[in-house]
Nanobody, 119 residues
Framework: QVQLVESGGGLVQSGGSLRLSCAAS????????MSWYRQAPGKERELVAS????????NYADSVKGRFTISTDSAKKTVYLQMNSLKPEDTAVYFC????????????WGQGTQVTVSS
């Protein structure tokens, strides 16, 4: 059974930091590109950051460049999102996504973790 379990969300003040974790199981972690998405109330889900299956080529949405860092730990089968200098507009449910690096239709989603940034 494929599972992606996010954790690390919470309530922080503007300017604070959080590190989100996504623990993967049930699939070959090393063969999947990993991404973080987020969805705020009334808005569409948007791509925040992604990283290739080999742990390189990180990409970020313009809104988070310089503030967020995506990374992976292959031994722990976990992807992280380090979020610094958080802003109220970062408030959203953050979702972990895994996509096979070749078979792009093979992708999985976690249930999400809430991040709330107060003014």
């Amino acid at each position: 059974q494929v599972q992606l379990v996010e954790s690390g969300g919470g309530l922080v003040q503007s300017g604070g930091s959080l590190r989100l974790s996504c623990a993967a199981s049930g699939f070959t972690f090393s063969m999947h590109d990993m991404s973080w998405y987020r969805q705020a109330p009334g808005k569409e889900r948007e791509l925040v950051a992604s990283i290739t299956s080999g742990g390189g080529s990180p990409n970020y949405a313009d809104s988070v460049k310089g503030r967020f860092t995506i990374s992976t730990d292959s031994a722990k089968k976990t992807v992280y999102l380090q979020m610094n200098s958080l802003k109220p507009e970062d408030t959203a449910v953050y979702f972990c996504n895994a996509r096979h690096f070749l078979v792009r239709n093979l992708n999985y989603w976690g249930q999400g973790t809430q991040v709330t940034v107060s003014s």
